[in-house]
């Protein structure tokens, strides 16, 4: 049976022209620069996204703007049917961007409403957009999933226990969906270090602006940063091109994987 596999088409990294690709979380700074280049190389996108993340960020020519709420029951049904009006059903690919952290605190002083927030945002509402491209995904024929999971699912800091129990989940969740699934639908992880966006420098992860805090103290970052082989934090760059390998097909027989993007930070 492998012998009659088709050659993947070496010749570059992504996906081919014309893939039909939907990104939840897209207006982020990941998710900006993942979309410039998958319409540099001939892909269909469609961004789904808060309503004020993409007015804050304007999508490039020739991208599909959806708005919605992930914490809102019935936001994603209504999202993904509209975008199932404009592609006849179907999508090749899917990745799942969201991210948010709250006040960096210790899990005691935060509330349940926060609790429930980051909970909402960073694992609930992957639960939901999965409902929502599975079938999509299907009458495509099959397809990938890629979801943006984080280093902090592995390496815990201070303050960070309720998005990184949420990313640990996420990441469950990636291989719980890749059995089910397979062989058609391939389902990875993506677990990045820091990168240089407004979420490191506190921004709000849900595509924001800066703010004068960042999500680590100076003194924080200076400890990582020494801890990091490589000797710098990540640029969207150095993630962009591992999600555009997951989803092509030069990465057929991987699925159910976690990807640790990191400087060689954490390496297993």
């Not at 410039?36 to 703007?65: C, F, Q």
């Not at 990184?164 to 990441?171: D, N, V």
């Not at 719980?176 to 389902?187: M, Q, T, Y």
Request: proline share 5%.
């Amino acid at each position: 049976m492998s012998d009659n596999l088709p050659s993947p088409d070496f010749t570059r990294l992504g996906p081919p022209e014309g893939y039909r690709l939907a990104i939840t979380g897209g207006c982020g700074g990941i998710g900006r620069h993942l979309v410039d280049i998958a319409l540099a190389i001939g892909l269909k996108v469609a961004v789904i996204d808060l309503p004020e993340s993409m007015e804050r960020h304007p999508l490039p020519d020739g991208v599909i703007g959806i708005s919605y709420d992930a914490r809102v029951d019935g936001e994603v049904e209504r999202a993904f049917s509209e975008l199932g009006e404009r592609w006849d059903g179907a999508i090749d690919g899917f990745v799942h961007l969201p991210g948010y952290m709250s006040s960096k605190v210790t899990i005691e002083e935060l509330t349940m409403e926060e609790i429930d927030e980051q909970l909402n945002v960073n694992l609930r509402s992957a639960f939901t957009a999965t409902k929502a491209t599975l079938p999509m995904l299907r009458k495509a024929g099959g397809g990938s999933m890629v979801f943006a999971a984080s280093g902090l699912a592995t390496l815990v800091e201070i303050g960070t226990g309720t998005y990184s129990a949420a990313k640990a989940g996420l990441i469950a969740l990636a291989k719980g969906l890749a059995k089910e699934n397979a062989p058609d639908i391939r389902v990875n992880s993506i677990a990045p270090g820091g990168v240089d966006t407004a979420f490191m420098r506190g921004g709000t992860g849900r595509g924001g602006d800066e703010t004068n805090e960042g999500v680590f103290t100076d003194d924080q970052m200076a400890r990582i940063m020494s801890t990091i082989p490589l000797g710098r934090i990540a640029v969207t760059a150095d993630i962009v091109g591992p999600i555009l390998f997951l989803l092509s097909e030069k990465a057929r027989f991987m699925t159910g994987q976690t990807m640790y993007i990191n400087g060689g930070r954490l390496m297993v």
